[in-house]
């Protein structure tokens, strides 16, 4: 851990608001799109978002300091996404099939900070926005444990250590889960590409 | 005699490989083996072309941004929920920045330094009937002067 970011832990531990409002900047993309990668849906990853930051501050003396922040944060988002695809499956009238029926085009929000992909033709955009939502779709007809795997490794880029560290699961079970869930993928995207 | 490493691996094995081998993470030994194997498995060759237009498909979705107000959000939630007692007692440096602080305590300091440079009696008071200083009464001996 930098020094930078043992002080802002520190900081955070005397519940000081101006080192929250750093964490948050600097974290917030990061766990919004995990959180709207894993749940397909804006208002429940906004929800979600904002409920991992509350648990992280409210829970930051727990935080032994062994990894990253970041991983921490990952962590924690992670359960949290888990838990509410569960509290939502469980819903009667919001089913897995609705969620994956209600995920939104990212790319039409205006929202995305990812570099623009170069699309001068309105068909080779719509092409862009509807393979955002085929692949979104695909991502949520997952189950979770997959999920999780291709949204960290393949969407967020992470390292396998860091991935391991976030999981808590040996590298040999997150390369099999991941390659399984590429393969369902695989099928799923099979006509599309 | 052959040991574990040398016996050829089943093609579940080799399958299990694809997407280490797709992503570059194998040894030249390994690779070498896939390639082999991809060379006469027509699965496993087609499965390996769609896993790497698979992970290039993620890879491209950009990453979506938090909405502006979101920090401003978290924090009204925790203070709405902690009845305003979760953070700290915030401070003079919290509810204003201390660079601003700081410049305004460097432009009084510079006020301060000019007026008294400036002034007559070497400090902030001006000279009027009230701070004239008292005549020496003709009683009194210089002490010098024996």
Request: glycine share 4%.
């Amino acid at each position: 851990m930098s020094l930078k970011e043992a002080r802002l832990i520190r900081r955070l531990r005397e519940r000081d608001e101006r080192a929250f409002r750093e964490m948050v900047e600097e974290h917030r993309d990061r766990v919004y799109n995990l959180t709207f990668r894993m749940l397909g849906n804006r208002e429940e990853a906004e929800d979600v978002a904002q409920e991992v930051f509350i648990t992280v501050f409210k829970s930051i003396d727990a935080f032994r300091g062994d990894a990253k922040l970041s991983t921490w944060l990952y962590r924690v988002t992670a359960n949290h996404c888990k838990n509410r695809i569960k509290y939502l499956a469980r819903r009667q009238d919001r089913n897995r099939a609705e969620l994956t029926e209600r995920t939104e085009l990212s790319s039409s929000s205006g929202t995305s900070t990812g570099a623009p992909k170069p699309s001068p033709r309105p068909d080779v955009q719509l092409q862009g926005a509807e393979m955002e939502q085929i692949l979104q779709r695909a991502i949520a007809s997952l189950d979770d444990d997959q999920r999780i795997l291709v949204v960290l490794r393949d969407i967020e880029e992470l390292s396998y250590e860091e991935i391991c560290a976030i999981t808590e699961l040996p590298e040999g079970t997150v390369k099999s889960r991941l390659h399984r869930a590429r393969m369902a993928l695989r099928k799923k995207l099979l006509k599309h590409m | 005699m052959a040991t574990p490493e040398d016996k050829p691996k089943s093609h579940d094995e080799l399958e299990a490989m694809l997407s280490d081998y797709v992503e570059g993470a194998l040894s030249e030994a390994e690779a070498a083996e896939v390639e082999a194997h991809i060379q006469s498995c027509s699965e496993c060759a087609e499965a390996a072309s769609e896993l790497g237009k698979t992970v290039s498909a993620l890879a491209s979705l950009n990453r979506v941004a938090a909405p502006d107000e979101f920090p401003n959000e978290v924090a009204e939630t925790i203070r709405r929920r902690s009845a305003g007692r979760f953070f700290g007692k915030r401070t003079l440096g919290d509810r204003v920045p201390l660079e601003l602080l700081a410049i305004v305590a460097l432009a009084l300091a510079l006020i301060l330094y000019f007026l008294l440079r400036g002034s007559e009696t070497g400090s902030l008071k001006p000279f009027g009937p009230e701070h004239q200083r008292p005549p020496i009464p003709e009683s009194s001996q210089d002490i010098l002067t024996p």
